[in-house]
């Protein structure tokens, strides 16, 4: 006889209201997160900026070149961030490492249910009941496994993920580079700016006082009828327009140190001296010629490092989407506990092997060939096509920089001009047969020439930082011992001093030098294996670097000023055919 049983559908309208009602609880749980008021603005503003200029060392004299060079690397929050990026990317690859080992779980539960969890079997043939009704398990009881999985596939493509993620890593130091470039090239900029605004200042305050003063004595001798007043009024337009100059000059003085200041992540409104050069204001010497720099850039660029680390990852997407057209293993093997009672053995452990392979992958392999064959040309096409930016880049420095050489000449010498004008024009007020309002405008054109001339200057040095910047030539060493403000900027100024005599850690390109037919065979040299000896480059001067530079180079026991580079890596790009 049947023992009768509750249909489990009866309770099915209670089990769906309790779950309803949880999911509405759940719902109204998740409540509108508040607007930010006024109080916590201010509270995250005085945070953030007691963290922007915390943990600086201070300021204690008049600032160098180099030492504001070094407080924009140091301090700089654009540099922070590549930094935080750089180190981000290199905690992302340590991760997926750890991707690699197997998987070990451990779980643990406990159950319980409010009836016995009985069964019973019926006849086939008669559909009569063939055993009573009986149970195997308990009401309650508690579970625990620690089982290890390891999924082949899952290993191959971990791999390759962390491969890529290297690849990334290495391209995020490669843009903090960039970011370096560009930093100290606007703070060398700003600072000779700055030096300017440091050395005009009280030239500009006393002029600009002396054409106030003569402004309010012919404004007083127009109201006592002392001159004619179309006179007046004329002296008057005058003065009032070089004290529209002066006042444009005075500004753009100011925000030079302004933005220096900002570069160098000082407090607005804080207070700080320049070390003002002496002596004539030269040219600086560029030791490389045009066909070195377009080599040099080649090679150091970090848009070029960057997008060549990214081209290994196309190899490395198109080899993951080979391996998972293979069939997926996964190895198991656990140890298993149950504390039912009505089994005979309580704990026990277990081992397999489960294979599973989707047939219908098979379908898109010839598709995914072919993807992966495009993806590797275009990142081989996006690789040439920024060499041939980068090689523009170059030339157009190279002429932006002579260019700005001859710029500074003509500045310089209508500021020569100018000075030796003013000195006749102060002998000939002295001697009243001159008024004081030409006076007071030489003087204005003076200053113009002057600030005409250091601004000149500004960009001349700006435009031999971009020429290093477009070569790829880094303005401070990989490697820096000492962090500290003064050990950044000795090393600085070392690397400046290294980079105008042509001393640099990359070779220089002599793609012609090598035949075809011997490239492998310098390969095979330079990788420590056997090969028939090829014939040194000859060391004595390298090609668009002055003989004085590698004479110099050689007495210091620097590095060599040239070194073979085999193959013919850019026969797509005709500029360095022949050079």
């Known amino acids: 006889m049947k023992t009768r049983t509750i249909n489990p559908f009866l309770k099915l309208p209670a089990m769906l209201g309790v779950l309803l009602l949880s999911v509405l609880l759940s719902a109204c749980a998740v409540s509108k997160p508040p607007a930010l008021s006024h109080e916590d603005m201010i509270t995250l503003a005085a945070a953030d900026h007691a963290t922007m200029f915390s943990s600086q060392e201070p300021i204690l004299g008049p600032v160098t070149l180099e030492e504001a060079v070094a407080r924009a690397i140091k301090y700089n929050l654009q540099h922070r961030q590549a930094l935080m990026e750089r180190a981000l990317a290199s ?99 700003a600072y000779w700016a700055a030096v300017s605004a440091e050395r005009m200042r009280d030239e500009v305050a006393a002029t600009l006082g002396q054409a106030r003063q003569a402004l309010e004595q012919s404004r007083e001798a127009e109201r006592r009828r002392l001159t004619t007043p179309v006179v007046a009024l004329r002296y008057q337009r005058d003065l009032l327009n070089m004290m529209r100059q002066i006042e444009q000059l005075d500004n753009e003085l100011a925000k030079a140190k302004a933005e220096l200041a ?74 298993n506990y149950d504390s039912n009672d009505f089994l005979v053995n309580n704990t026990w452990t277990s081992a397999g092997v ?40 170059v030339h157009i420095a190279w002429h932006q920089r002579h260019y700005a050489q001859k710029a500074f000449e003509r500045a310089r010498d209508l500021c020569e001009l100018q000075t030796a004008i003013r000195e006749q024009t102060e002998h000939a007020a002295a001697s009243k047969s001159e008024t004081r309002l030409e006076l007071i405008r030489t003087r204005v054109e003076t200053l113009l020439a002057v600030h005409a001339r250091d601004m000149s200057y500004a ?121």
């Open 459 to 579: 960009e001349m040095m700006k435009a031999q930082d971009a020429v290093y910047q477009a070569a790829g030539l880094d303005s401070m060493p990989e490697e820096i011992s000492d962090q500290s403000v003064a050990g950044l900027a000795s090393a600085i100024a070392e690397q400046g001093r290294m980079n105008e005599l042509g001393h640099v850690n990359a070779p220089f390109l002599n793609l012609a030098y090598v035949p075809a037919g011997q490239a492998n065979a310098v390969a095979d040299a330079q990788a420590g294996r056997s090969a028939p000896a090829v014939q040194a480059a000859p060391a004595a001067k390298a090609p668009g670097v002055s003989g004085q530079a590698v004479a110099q180079s050689g007495e210091a026991g620097r590095h060599p000023a040239i070194r073979l580079v085999v193959g013919r890596p850019w026969e797509d790009l005709g500029s360095l055919q022949g050079d």
């Open 354 to 393: 489960q294979v599973g392979w989707n047939l219908f992958k098979l379908l898109s392999l010839p598709a995914e060939r072919k993807a992966g064959e495009n993806r590797e040309r275009v990142a081989v096409l996006r690789r040439q096509a920024l060499r041939m930016t980068v090689l523009s880049q």
């Open 91 to 189: 905690n992302l690859t340590d991760i997926r490492h750890f991707n690699l080992l197997p998987k070990l779980t451990a779980e643990a539960g406990y159950r319980v249910r409010d009836n016995d969890d009985a069964s019973s079997s019926e006849s086939i043939n008669t559909g009569r009941q063939s055993l009573e009704p009986s149970k195997s398990r308990e009401r309650s009881g508690e579970t625990a496994k620690l089982e290890m999985t390891w999924n082949i596939l899952d290993f191959g493509l971990s791999y390759f993920e962390a491969k890529a993620h290297g690849n990334k890593t290495l391209a995020a130091e490669e843009r903090r580079r960039r970011v370096v470039s560009d930093i100290i090239r606007q703070t060398r900029a």
């Open 262 to 335: 900002s570069l160098m992540n000082l407090a607005p409104g804080t207070k700080y001296a320049l070390v003002v050069p002496e002596g004539p204001m030269t040219e600086p010497k560029l030791s490389f010629e045009l066909p070195s720099l377009e080599s040099l850039a080649m090679v150091r660029r970090p848009e070029l490092r960057e997008q060549s680390y990214l081209a290994r990852n196309a190899v490395l997407e198109t080899q993951s989407a080979m391996l998972r057209m293979f069939p997926n293993a996964t190895l198991f093997g656990g140890v």
